[in-house]
């Protein structure tokens, strides 16, 4: 199997607004979001750097309002932090902060909850395919996990937490960050294919089992691999 990588998102929102660019709001308040994702995650704004968001909006060539849009997913991701009368702030966001959201996941797949609520959804193998990484498809193993054993809850927290692990973990924003992903892949993606591959089998236990090891892998990246001297 195979990931495609992350597209980088064109450069056609020149106008001031929908109608001028022919684009629903929606789509352009998305495209807007993973633009300035890609950004964050890369180190273009440094962090804890102040940001009007007339500059974000003239940046981006779009108005202000799918850019106010956008910044309300990149809060809840915890990167940047809205301030009134201050603008925009990216926050001291930092790798082991990524390797936590990931250590989550494997945490929720180790306490699994006691009460019912249990689905009986199959896994679809269409989740894996969207991914850019191995890190989305961790996302999407483990949040199928969690919902099968009951933890919707758990499931949904960590499903948010896709965009910022998928597109972390792409090779040049990983090796922007001292991470060389690119080593070792093959393991990690015979993990996600067995995982797969289990998970179409209904095989909770051993999916599970697969997951986390992806998971820990994951982890280990920064430390077994080039690391940044400096955040």
């Known amino acids: 199997m195979g990931f495609h990588e992350t597209a980088d998102i064109p450069d056609v929102y020149a106008g001031r607004g929908r109608e001028a660019l022919g684009v629903p709001r929606s789509l352009l308040r998305d495209a807007v979001f993973l633009r300035l994702l890609d950004r964050i995650l890369r180190g273009d704004y440094r962090r804890g750097q102040r940001l009007r968001l007339d500059a974000l909006a003239s940046d981006m060539r779009v108005s202000r309002t799918p850019v106010r849009e956008a910044l309300v997913p990149l809060e809840a991701l915890q990167l940047v932090s809205v301030q009134r009368y201050v603008g925009v702030v990216i926050t001291q966001w930092s790798l082991e902060q990524m390797k936590e959201r990931i250590r989550l996941g494997c945490t929720m797949l180790a306490e699994p909850p006691a009460n019912a609520g249990a689905t009986t959804d199959r896994f679809d193998p269409a989740w894996i395919r969207d991914c850019s990484t191995e890190a989305g498809a961790f996302v ?92």
Do not use: H, K
């Open 140 to 231: 999407e193993l483990t949040a199928w996990l969690l919902r099968r054993t009951g933890a919707s809850v758990s499931a949904d927290l960590l499903a948010s937490q896709r965009p910022v692990l998928d597109m972390f973990y792409t090779d040049d924003i990983a090796m922007a960050n001292g991470i060389d992903a690119v080593v070792d892949r093959r393991q990690r993606l015979l993990l996600v294919e067995r995982a797969q591959d289990a998970a179409a089998a209904d095989d909770l236990v051993e999916c599970t089992r697969l997951v986390r090891a992806l998971g820990e892998a994951l982890i280990a990246l920064p430390d077994r691999f080039r690391v940044a001297a400096s955040a």
